[in-house]
Nanobody, 118 residues
């Protein structure tokens, strides 16, 4: 059974940095596209970044130049490094695996909370 577990979320001040992790198990990690989504209160879940199994990465416009997504296929871990955090970056960050952002992913984590204070 596939499982995704996020970690690393915490409360930081605006301008700060944070690195999130997502450990995957129960599926072929290296063969799957993966993604980070953000769920903010009162808003729809939005795509933050998508990384293909090949390693190519795309970002939503608002995080370009500030966020970096990477993956460690040896340790089955997905990362999201966030810099220059803004208050509107706050939310629950959720990782997803095996699929595409335009058609959906098969596996989802529970999320990790990021709070950004001004």
């Amino acid at each position: 059974q596939a499982r995704l577990v996020e970690s690393g979320g915490k409360s930081v001040q605006a301008g700060g940095s944070l690195k999130l992790s997502c450990g995957g198990s129960g599926y072929r990690f290296s063969s799957c596209n993966m993604a980070w989504y953000r769920q903010s209160p009162g808003k729809e879940r939005t795509l933050v970044s998508e990384i293909k199994y090949s390693g190519s990465v795309t970002y939503t416009e608002s995080v370009k130049g500030r966020f970096t997504t990477s993956r460690d296929n040896t340790n089955n871990t997905l990362f999201l490094e966030m810099k220059d955090l803004r208050t509107d970056d706050a939310g629950v960050y959720i990782c997803a695996a095996c699929g595409y952002s335009n058609t959906g992913f098969d596996h989802w984590g529970q999320g990790t909370q990021v709070t950004v204070s001004s």
